[in-house]
C-alpha cells in the first residue's frame, strides 16, 4: 500500500482510477510513458497515455520500484505539464522491476497491434522480437480501458537489435 493524499491510502488498482494526475498520491510519481491517439491528427497525439507509477528510490543509489501501469486521458494542462484522468490501472507484476513498458511496438500472434503496452525484459542485441513479457494489454479506446492480453501471444521489437 502506498500513502495518499490527505492520510488516504492507494492499496489498490480501483483507488487511482478517476483521479486527476500530476500530483501524483503520495508515495508515487511516474516513471515514464507514451502519448496515444485515437486519430492520426497531430492535434491529438496526446489526447490519451499509458505510462508506469512507481514508488520513488529510497536513496541515490536505489532504484524506483514500480507499483501500476495506467491508462489515462488528457483532463487539462498545469503550464507546460499534462494532467491525466486516470480511465485504468493494473498492478505492475510483482519481482519484475527488469522489464520496460513498450506502446505501439508490439504484436499479437505476430500481427502488428499499435494499441498494445506491454512490460518487456529486454536483456539482448541478437533478436529482434523480444518474447519475455511479464503483462500485457490492449488499450480500448475512447474509453481508455486495457483488454488484457495473454502474454504468450505477444512480442514486441527489440529496439536494440543490431539489424535495426
Not at 32 to 59: E, F, Q, R
Not at 80 to 104: C, E, K, N, V
Not at 120 to 138: F, I, N, P, S, Y
Request: proline share 6%.
Amino acid at each position: 500500500m502506498v500513502d495518499g493524499p490527505a492520510g488516504t491510502v492507494v492499496g489498490a488498482t480501483t483507488d487511482l482510477i478517476g483521479r486527476v494526475m500530476p500530483p501524483y498520491p503520495a508515495g508515487l510519481d511516474e516513471l515514464g510513458g507514451s502519448c496515444v491517439s485515437a486519430s492520426a491528427g497531430a492535434a491529438h497525439v496526446c489526447d490519451y497515455s499509458v505510462g508506469v507509477l512507481a514508488t520513488p528510490a529510497v536513496d541515490q543509489a536505489g532504484e524506483p520500484v514500480p507499483r501500476f501501469v495506467v491508462a489515462g486521458q488528457l483532463a487539462g494542462r498545469d503550464g507546460a505539464r499534462a494532467q491525466w484522468r486516470i480511465t485504468d490501472a493494473q498492478p505492475y507484476p510483482a519481482g519484475r522491476s527488469d522489464y520496460y513498458l513498450q506502446f505501439g511496438t508490439c504484436r499479437v500472434n505476430g500481427r502488428d497491434d499499435a494499441h498494445v503496452a506491454a512490460l518487456v525484459r529486454q536483456h539482448d542485441t541478437v533478436t529482434e522480437w523480444l518474447k519475455d513479457v511479464a503483462w500485457a494489454g490492449r488499450l480500448r479506446l475512447p474509453d481508455a480501458r486495457f483488454d488484457m492480453l495473454d502474454v504468450r501471444t505477444v512480442d514486441c521489437i527489440n529496439e536494440a537489435y543490431y539489424g535495426l
